[in-house]
Every structure is written in structure tokens, then in C-alpha cells.
């Protein structure tokens, strides 16, 4: 059977996460539907991240197996036709080898964080920020990030119902860009890792807030992680700011 890899994109909002749910609406189980109505049956596919409720994607990647030749270009219309009018888009198809898995062949997943900074609610990008009503200091938190870049143990960033064999995880990237914002600043974070632990990003996006917010000392972060423990952790973020973005394998699928 012919297998396709499938980039994707998707708002977090209305679903329960990317994963497959028997009574509640999944970004996965909306794919498999719509793979349904073009071959008819039943459809399993797998993705990069299993993303939780809330959280979008702008490069979500997955792979599917369909009994019939497809032209890529055509799969991706025909595809986003069935979809319609749920907020997911496939934005692109390519024809892979069978030993291709968007989950285990991947070798980088890329996320960003939104955080807006400024007191009114917000409004145009509601359910796409985390909108804080108080200043914060960028200078401060990239003190704080410099401490998790690298090779550590992240229990302390991980959450309690985590299944991944181990806490150890390299983080190859965590950036953070100030960008003017309508009536206020908005706070990029850019993470990159060959994996991530269950609410990892969003444990660390809400320790480093703390930290902008002068609560937290730069050097906290460094104290915290050393101590691998979870109720060290600073607040967890809510989901709504966190995409993914992309996910990197050793040869570009859409290239």
C-alpha cells in the first residue's frame, strides 16, 4: 500500500488534542474520517507529537497507507475538501517509502510559545496567547532559559503522568524574541529538541513568566532544575499559546 506523508495544520481549540477519543472531537480522528470518505474504511494514522487539548499546529507532520495510487497534489484537495469546515488544513502531501514514520523517523520537533504581554483581554488573537496583564523582562527571562539549554534531567519541567522512558532530554533551543504587539508586546519562545516530555514546554514557559515578572530570579531556574523534583516547577502555562511548528527528518519529505 502507497504511504503519504502529510503536513498539517490545525487550531487546538475546538479538539480534545490530536489523539483519537471515542466520544470527543480529536484533530486525528477528523483526519481518519475524511481519509474515510475518499477510501472507505477504516483509517489509522500517525503523527509526529500527539499534541493535548488547546495546543495548535503550524507543521504538524503524519503518515498514512491508502490502497489506491494517489497524485499528492490531488490527496491534499481532496483531503482538505472532507475536512471543511473544521479548523484543519492539509497544506501539503508527499509520496514516502514504507519505512518512513512520522513519528519515529523524526529527528527535531519545533515549537513556539505566544505569550502577550498588556492589560486589556485579547481579542483578535483570543485562544491563540497567553495574555498576562503585567510588564515583563526579557533580559531576565533569557538569563533564566541559558540554564536549560543542553543535556539535563528535566523531572522537574515534566509532567506527574509523563510516560516517557526517561526524563533526559536535550534541548537544543530556547529562544526568546520581543515583538511589538497591538497595544501591548508579545513574547516568542522557540524550542527545539529531538523530543519533549509530556508538558515540558509549557512547564518551562511558565517558569520563565515568573521570572519576567521579577518573582523568580534568574538563578531560581538553574536551582530548580538541579533539584528534580516537580513541585519545584513554576505554574504551568495554559495551552492556548503553544504551536507546533515543525518537525525535521534526515531527508525533507516535502522538499
Same mark, same amino acid.
Given at each position: 500500500?502507497?504511504?503519504?506523508?502529510?503536513?498539517?495544520?490545525?487550531?487546538?481549540?475546538?479538539?480534545?488534542?490530536?489523539?483519537?477519543?471515542?466520544?470527543?472531537?480529536?484533530?486525528?480522528?477528523?483526519?481518519?474520517?475524511?481519509?474515510?470518505?475518499?477510501?472507505?474504511?477504516?483509517?489509522?494514522?500517525?503523527?509526529?507529537?500527539?499534541?493535548?487539548?488547546?495546543?495548535?499546529?503550524?507543521?504538524?507532520? !503524519? *503518515?498514512?497507507?491508502?490502497?489506491? @495510487?494517489?497524485?499528492? #497534489?490531488?490527496? $491534499? %484537495?481532496?483531503?482538505? /475538501?472532507?475536512?471543511?469546515?473544521?479548523?484543519?488544513?492539509?497544506?501539503?502531501?508527499?509520496?514516502?517509502?514504507?519505512?518512513?514514520?512520522?513519528?519515529?523517523?523524526?529527528?527535531?520537533?519545533?515549537?513556539?510559545?505566544?505569550?502577550?504581554?498588556?492589560?486589556?483581554?485579547?481579542?483578535?488573537?483570543?485562544?491563540?496567547?497567553?495574555?498576562?496583564?503585567?510588564?515583563?523582562?526579557?533580559?531576565?527571562?533569557?538569563?533564566?532559559? !541559558? *540554564?536549560?539549554?543542553?543535556?539535563? @534531567?528535566?523531572?522537574? #519541567?515534566?509532567? $506527574? %503522568?509523563?510516560?516517557? /522512558?526517561?526524563?533526559?532530554?536535550?534541548?537544543?533551543?530556547?529562544?526568546?524574541?520581543?515583538?511589538?504587539?497591538?497595544?501591548?508586546?508579545?513574547?516568542?519562545?522557540?524550542?527545539?529538541?529531538?523530543?519533549?516530555?509530556?508538558?515540558?514546554?509549557?512547564?518551562?514557559?511558565?517558569?520563565?513568566?515568573?521570572?519576567?515578572?521579577?518573582?523568580?530570579?534568574?538563578?531560581?531556574?538553574?536551582?530548580?532544575?538541579?533539584?528534580?523534583?516537580?513541585?519545584?516547577?513554576?505554574?504551568?502555562?495554559?495551552?492556548?499559546?503553544?504551536?507546533?511548528?515543525?518537525?525535521?527528518?534526515?531527508?525533507d519529505p516535502f522538499a
Amino acid at each position: 500500500m502507497p504511504r503519504y506523508a502529510l503536513k498539517i495544520e490545525y487550531d487546538g481549540g475546538p479538539f480534545a488534542g490530536w489523539q483519537r477519543q471515542a466520544s470527543l472531537p480529536s484533530v486525528q480522528g477528523a483526519i481518519e474520517a475524511a481519509l474515510a470518505r475518499l477510501e472507505p474504511g477504516a483509517h489509522t494514522i500517525a503523527a509526529a507529537g500527539r499534541t493535548d487539548t488547546g495546543v495548535h499546529a503550524t507543521g504538524q507532520v !503524519a *503518515h498514512c497507507d491508502l490502497a489506491k @495510487d494517489w497524485d499528492p #497534489f490531488k490527496l $491534499a %484537495g481532496a483531503l482538505n /475538501a472532507h475536512l471543511r469546515p473544521q479548523p484543519v488544513a492539509v497544506v501539503a502531501v508527499a509520496r514516502v517509502e514504507d519505512d518512513f514514520h512520522a513519528r519515529f523517523s523524526a529527528r527535531e520537533r519545533r515549537y513556539l510559545f505566544r505569550l502577550l504581554s498588556r492589560r486589556a483581554p485579547a481579542v483578535h488573537d483570543r485562544g491563540k496567547v497567553w495574555r498576562v496583564p503585567h510588564p515583563l523582562d526579557l533580559a531576565a527571562m533569557q538569563a533564566g532559559a !541559558a *540554564h536549560l539549554l543542553g543535556k539535563h @534531567d528535566f523531572t522537574t #519541567f515534566r509532567a $506527574a %503522568g509523563c510516560q516517557a /522512558a526517561s526524563p533526559v532530554k536535550t534541548l537544543d533551543e530556547l529562544s526568546i524574541a520581543q515583538v511589538e504587539a497591538p497595544n501591548g508586546l508579545e513574547y516568542r519562545f522557540t524550542l527545539r529538541a529531538r523530543s519533549f516530555l509530556h508538558n515540558q514546554v509549557r512547564s518551562i514557559v511558565g517558569t520563565l513568566e515568573r521570572v519576567g515578572a521579577g518573582a523568580w530570579a534568574p538563578e531560581a531556574v538553574a536551582e530548580a532544575l538541579a533539584a528534580c523534583d516537580r513541585a519545584r516547577c513554576g505554574p504551568v502555562c495554559p495551552p492556548e499559546g503553544l504551536y507546533l511548528t515543525g518537525v525535521a527528518y534526515p531527508e525533507d519529505p516535502f522538499a
